[in-house]
Antibody
Framework: QVQLQESGPGLVKPSETLSLTCTVS??????????WTWIRQSPEKGLEWIGYIYDSGSTNYNPSLKSRITISVDMSKNQFSLKVSSVTAADTAVYYCARVVGATRIDYWGQGTRVTVSS | AIQMTQSPSSLSASVGDRVTITCRASQGIRDDLGWYQQKPGKAPKLLIYAASSLQSGVPSRFSGSGSGRDFTLTISSLQPEDFATYYCLQDYIYPWTFGQGTKVEIK
């Protein structure tokens, strides 16, 4: 059974960088069949696809966030990570990591981690 | 980005009712659409992919249909555990986009 678990600070100051890590168990991030994905959810914007990393390095980001987003993978730790730079209150959300299979559907999700941007 | 519009935004129904939720895309997306169920405090859960394919382990009372711009999620006989919020998601083109959700409440 694949499991994903987000981790990272729950509070980030405005203009700083938000950093989250997703630890995968029961499956390997190095297997090229899956897109390792970040999604966030806020009352204002609903569910928002952030981007993914695939095949050890290929990435695809939401254009609305692209200039501030970096997704990377650490195969030795079976983790992938998200960085969002220059955060504002609009980045306050629950952040989910997830696995996309067949490039078409999200079959496994982490439980989500709430991140608040505030001074 | 493709806009996904769900209707209704909320509905009240009783156990045993047939429930239908619709999702309209701002442009044609073939059958590249999924439906997800979310309960409070939990991550969304995949119900339907490719517009009409039932995800493994999902009860057969859930079904999906549609192609192009218009899609439907049907719950044939609503069960107590089905009270939740439902989202459509287009995977036709990046950025993937979600509908705003339909909250199914107890009548």
């Amino acid at each position: 059974q694949v499991q994903l678990q987000e981790s990272g600070p729950g509070l980030v100051k405005p203009s700083e960088t938000l950093s989250l890590t997703c630890t995968v168990s029961g499956g390997s991030v190095s297997r090229g069949s899956y897109y390792w994905t970040w999604i966030r959810q806020s009352p204002e914007k609903g569910l928002e696809w952030i981007g993914y990393i695939y095949d050890s390095g290929s990435t695809n980001y939401n254009p609305s966030l692209k200039s501030r987003i970096t997704i990377s993978v650490d195969m030795s730790k079976n983790q992938f990570s998200l960085k969002v730079s220059s955060v504002t209150a609009a980045d306050t959300a629950v952040y989910y990591c997830a696995r996309v299979v067949g490039a078409t559907r999200i079959d496994y999700w982490g439980q989500g981690t709430r991140v608040t941007v505030s001074s | 980005a493709i806009q996904m519009t769900q209707s209704p935004s909320s509905l009240s129904a009783s156990v045993g009712d047939r429930v239908t939720i619709t999702c309209r895309a701002s442009q044609g997306i073939r059958d590249d659409l999924g439906w997800y169920q979310q309960k409070p405090g939990k991550a969304p859960k995949l119900l339907i992919y490719a517009a009409s394919s039932l995800q493994s382990g999902v009860p057969s009372r859930f079904s999906g249909s549609g192609s192009g711009r218009d899609f439907t999620l049907t719950i044939s006989s609503l069960q107590p555990e089905d009270f939740a919020t439902y989202y459509c998601l287009q995977d036709y083109i990046y950025p993937w986009t979600f509908g705003q959700g339909t909250k199914v409440e107890i009548k």
